[in-house]
């Protein structure tokens, strides 16, 4: 079984920057795509960014391209996102989330529990 556990998000003034991370444990995170998806209060989840499993390709949300990017360090089993020039409407909880690819959710089969990111205007 393979668990996911998303970390580093928190508050971040609008124009700044995080990194999140998501560790893989019980599976090598290799064989795997991951995705990237968030959550605002009364939303939908939405896509943000995927990455292949060999890391050749990604595909992102138009509303984070050339903000946003994800990436993939199969030797330490974790996906990142990078986050900046946030704005107040990235506010959101931020999923991570393996085997499927693009933005149809139903495509994966492991999700992490989230982590929150609040941009103060």
């Known amino acids: 079984q393979l668990q996911l556990v998303e970390s580093g998000g928190g508050l971040v003034q609008a124009g700044g920057s995080l990194r999140l991370s998501c560790a893989a444990s019980?599976?090598?995170?290799?064989?795997?795509?991951m995705g990237w998806f968030r959550q605002a209060p009364g939303k939908e989840r939405d896509f943000v960014a995927s990455i292949s499993w060999n890391t050749y390709s990604t595909v992102y949300a138009e509303s984070v391209k050339g903000r946003f990017t994800i990436s993939k360090d199969n030797a330490k089993n974790t996906v990142y996102l990078q986050l900046s020039s946030l704005k107040f409407e990235d506010t959101a909880i931020y999923y991570c989330?393996?085997?499927?690819?693009?933005?149809?959710?139903?495509?994966?089969?492991?999700w992490g529990q989230g982590t929150q990111v609040t941009v103060s205007s």
């Open positions: 019980g599976r090598t995170l290799s064989n795997y795509h």
């Open positions: 989330a393996a085997g499927g690819w693009g933005a149809r959710t139903e495509t994966y089969d492991y």
